[in-house]
């Protein structure tokens, strides 16, 4: 008998648009069963081939099936420690989910929805794994405490390795932490799942930044580590370079969203740091962290906020999720537009100018080209939100001048590793800005790498 995909339920739209409450609110014991009765356990699961980190995907939707939610989760924990965070902001369909053969003829299994149930379970119930791990006294230090560096930290730990995270942040989780919303991932959610690794013997270290608080050299050098990974992510946000794009109102999505996520500015005055938006914000991109920054105007009180993109709807590039909710809390799509110049008033931003696009022929990436047409509209706004891209921040090449990156600042790296000898890395600092999951793979095949590097070089 066809069985539907479960729906996940969520929060009315006009009352979640005005609170950072959890939008989605997770299934229960019921629904997840009825979800995981879909699965057809096949022979060849193509859904474990897709995901970044192999998690049996087949072998703990059975459990859920069987209702042993433990065994479930011990399935999962096995490649990922980390399931209540994936199970949210994983783009699962374009991986597991993607790859599931009950959606050629219907929709597939709710591979992220149950990912998040079992680790949702997890974290109620207080579910612990004791690991047996035999020290081998040698160390290894990460840079970063985002998904690549927890999930290399993890792996390394498992082999016997004494592992430190230094992170230059004051909270612990990188973009997981600063980047995505309360309303997607629950900072509570966060900290309890990094807290794993810490319950492991992980050693985390904040307030330190590699580069000018202490050098790769001396990591190596003086702090004797025998490998180093970089999982340092991509921080630094990518300019329009337009007129005007110095005015005040004007941010960037990774300092908007920080100021929001890591500083508190949407429990002002409760938190001494506020962010200004004013009633008509732009916000310029059409990626995930573009939803986020315009689903996160809207709760800050913003009447009217519109996202400006160059292509049309069936461009943009961020999930069809994050889309629908943005539609659904009243998020405008001003499509076919790109910003031009900024006009400003006492050093206030008051327009945005867009040239009126058309589409071309299809470029690179598979989409349509937009083309200019020399017409142009003029928006009123009190501020707006630039979320165009983000790549490596440069504070560690600049004081390590043997490390080679590429014009993008991406590190470069053959098997993870880097132009200098024992030091590895892997995630967003190599590829730009992905997702977690794919830096968590990252993270874990590092970790491999550097492993075989140490136990070749031991003196």
Do not use: W
Not at 297 to 309: E, Q
Not at 364 to 373: D, F, L, V
Request: charged share 25%; proline share 5%.
């Amino acid at each position: 008998m066809k069985i539907d995909r479960v729906k996940m339920p969520v929060q009315e739209p006009n009352i979640r648009n005005c609170n950072f409450n959890e939008v989605a609110l997770g299934l229960d014991l019921q629904l997840a069963k009825i979800e995981a009765s879909r699965c057809l356990d096949c022979k060849n699961p193509r859904c474990v081939k897709e995901c970044p980190v192999n998690i049996d995907i087949p072998a703990f939707i059975k459990s859920i099936k069987e209702e042993n939610i433990e065994e479930a989760y011990f399935t999962i924990y096995k490649s990922n420690i980390l399931p209540s965070i994936c199970g949210r902001v994983c783009p699962q369909e374009k991986q597991c989910e993607g790859a599931c053969i009950l959606g050629i003829k219907s929709e597939p299994v709710s591979i992220g929805a149950l990912e998040r149930f079992v680790g949702d379970y997890a974290i109620t119930n207080n579910l612990k794994i004791e690991e047996c791990i035999i020290e081998n006294n040698i160390k290894v230090a990460i840079v970063g405490s985002g998904p690549a560096g927890i999930a290399c930290a993890v792996s390394l730990r498992r082999l016997g390795y004494t592992v430190d995270i230094y992170e230059a942040l004051h909270e612990f989780g990188g973009v997981l932490q600063y980047g995505i919303p309360e309303f997607r991932l629950p900072k509570s959610i966060v900290s309890t799942e990094i807290n794993k690794a810490k319950t492991m013997g992980v050693n985390f270290f904040k307030n330190i930044i590699i580069g000018k608080s202490i050098t790769i050299n001396q990591l190596l050098n003086e702090y004797n580590y025998k490998s180093i990974f970089l999982g340092n992510g991509a921080g630094l946000p990518k300019s329009l370079g337009l007129k005007g794009e110095n005015l005040t109102g004007i941010y960037f999505a990774n300092e908007f969203l920080t100021r929001v996520n890591l500083m508190k500015a949407n429990q002002f005055p409760e938190a001494p740091t506020p962010v200004r938006i004013g009633q008509n914000v732009a916000i310029v991109g059409g990626g995930n962290v573009a939803m986020d920054a315009a689903r996160t105007a809207k709760r800050l009180g913003a009447k009217n906020v519109f996202v400006l993109y160059r292509r049309d709807m069936n461009a943009l590039p961020a999930r069809l999720e994050e889309v629908h909710h943005a539609i659904e809390e009243e998020i405008d799509f001003r499509l076919l537009l790109n910003p031009v110049e900024f006009i400003g008033e006492n050093y206030q931003v008051k327009q945005v100018k867009c040239e009126i696009m058309e589409l071309g022929e299809k470029d690179a990436s598979g989409r349509r080209r937009p083309m200019p047409t020399n017409k142009f509209k003029t928006f009123d706004i009190d501020s707006c939100v630039i979320s165009i891209g983000q790549s490596p921040n440069p504070i560690i090449k600049k004081a390590t001048p043997n490390l080679e990156v590429d014009n993008r600042g991406r590190v470069i790296v053959n098997d993870y590793q880097t132009s200098i000898p024992g030091v590895f890395a892997g995630g967003d600092v190599v590829t730009g800005a992905a997702t977690v999951i794919l830096a968590m793979g990252a993270g874990k095949d590092a970790a491999i790498q550097m492993d075989k590097y140490i136990q070749t070089n031991k003196d």
